[in-house]
């Protein structure tokens, strides 16, 4: 069975790419200020673990309405998971993969609908019912990211190319991204938290 995983280039997508190895990752930048960033940690990630990445811009424009800020920090876009899902199944079709991975975790749902596991159930039941009968897991939605990291055995070299910033390329060290990624690298004992 193949697989694609979207990848970030966050903490749950890199802990997911060495735990999983899958043949196919796809990275998509539909215009979040972070992408240079996620894009230089993804290049690295995938060559780190073997798998074939394929980049995607998707000018979303006028159709995306930043979610309410957090913490002075565009915190989510509106239906993104959504858009990311249908082209992840897209591209899973198009290189003859059956399962789209996702790096959702346990944590995901106490903020966002689209991280709960009636979200989840039904985005695999739509692409089941489609002609391509692409899959949809979530690994990890059982675990918090500090578990995830210590159940991937993922490494330091790896947690360190993760970016999670949701304001900047580099990490700006205060938007509600970068404080949740030292504060998991911090309660994993993993590196010392550069936020980068």
Same mark, same amino acid.
């Given at each position: 069975?193949?697989?694609?995983?979207?990848?970030?280039?966050? +903490?749950?997508?890199?802990?997911?790419? %060495?735990?999983?190895?899958?043949?196919?990752?796809?990275?998509?930048?539909?215009?979040?200020?972070?992408?240079? $960033?996620?894009?230089? =940690?993804? !290049?690295?990630?995938? /060559?780190?673990?073997?798998?074939?990445?394929?980049? #995607?811009?998707?000018?979303?424009?006028?159709?995306?309405?930043?979610?309410?800020? +957090?913490?002075?920090?565009? /915190?989510?876009?509106?239906?993104? *998971?959504?858009?990311? +899902?249908?082209?992840?199944?897209?591209?899973?079709?198009?290189?003859?993969? *059956?399962?789209?991975?996702?790096? !959702?975790?346990?944590?995901?749902?106490? @903020?966002?609908?689209?991280?709960?596991?009636? %979200?989840? =159930?039904?985005?695999?039941?739509?692409?089941?019912?489609?002609?391509? @009968?692409?899959? #949809?897991?979530?690994?990890?939605? $059982?675990?918090?990211?500090? /578990?995830?990291?210590?159940?991937?055995?993922?490494?330091?070299?790896?947690?360190?190319? !993760?970016?999670?910033?949701?304001?900047?390329?580099?990490?700006?060290?205060?938007?509600?991204?970068? !404080?949740?990624?030292?504060?998991?690298?911090?309660?994993?004992?993993?590196?010392?938290?550069? #936020? $980068?």
């Amino acid at each position: 069975m193949a697989e694609l995983l979207l990848l970030s280039g966050g +903490i749950d997508s890199a802990s997911l790419a %060495f735990w999983r190895r899958p043949k196919f990752s796809l990275f998509i930048d539909y215009g979040q200020p972070q992408a240079a $960033g996620e894009r230089r =940690a993804v !290049t690295a990630i995938a /060559e780190a673990v073997g798998t074939h990445l394929t980049t #995607l811009d998707v000018a979303l424009g006028k159709l995306s309405r930043p979610a309410p800020h +957090i913490g002075g920090a565009q /915190e989510r876009v509106e239906y993104r *998971n959504q858009l990311l +899902i249908t082209l992840g199944a897209m591209r899973a079709a198009h290189v003859g993969a *059956n399962v789209v991975l996702i790096g !959702t975790v346990k944590t995901d749902r106490e @903020r966002m609908s689209d991280g709960t596991p009636a %979200f989840l =159930a039904a985005a695999n039941r739509l692409l089941a019912i489609q002609e391509a @009968r692409v899959g #949809l897991e979530a690994p990890a939605m $059982g675990l918090t990211s500090e /578990e995830l990291i210590g159940a991937s055995g993922v490494p330091d070299g790896l947690l360190g190319w !993760t970016i999670s910033c949701h304001v900047s390329p580099l990490a700006c060290g205060r938007c509600h991204g970068c !404080t949740k990624r030292a504060d998991v690298l911090a309660a994993a004992g993993r590196l010392t938290p550069s #936020l $980068g």
